[in-house]
């Protein structure tokens, strides 16, 4: 992490991003739904910046056997 608290990659994931939102916005004009293409790249986007956060992870070494994710 930097000293600004901007974590390092960042920058290209909000550009990604932005890619996404008119790459978006095409496919809604190509589909003739500019709302529907927009949707769709915020769903796309979210699931970018989920599987980015966690391909970062932070936590090697957390494996635990006995967690087979039933408890909260």
Same mark, same amino acid.
């Given at each position: 992490? @930097? *000293?600004s #608290?901007? &974590?390092r990659?960042? +920058?290209? %994931?909000?550009?990604? *991003?932005?890619?996404?939102?008119v790459?978006?916005?095409? +496919?809604?004009?190509?589909? @003739?739904n500019? %709302? /529907? #293409?927009?949707? /769709?790249?915020?769903?796309? *986007? +979210? $699931? %970018?910046l +989920?599987?980015?956060? *966690?391909?970062? #992870?932070?936590? &090697? #070494?957390?494996?635990? =056997? =006995?967690d =087979? $994710?039933a408890?909260?």
């Open positions: 992490m @930097s *000293s #608290g901007w &974590p990659g960042r +920058i290209t %994931w909000v550009f990604g *991003s932005v890619l996404l939102l790459v978006g916005v095409l +496919i809604g004009l190509i589909l @003739s500019v %709302w /529907l #293409g927009l949707l /769709l790249a915020v769903l796309v *986007s +979210i $699931g %970018w +989920i599987a980015y956060e *966690s391909q970062r #992870g932070h936590n &090697p #070494g957390l494996h635990d =056997d =006995d =087979d $994710g408890r909260l």
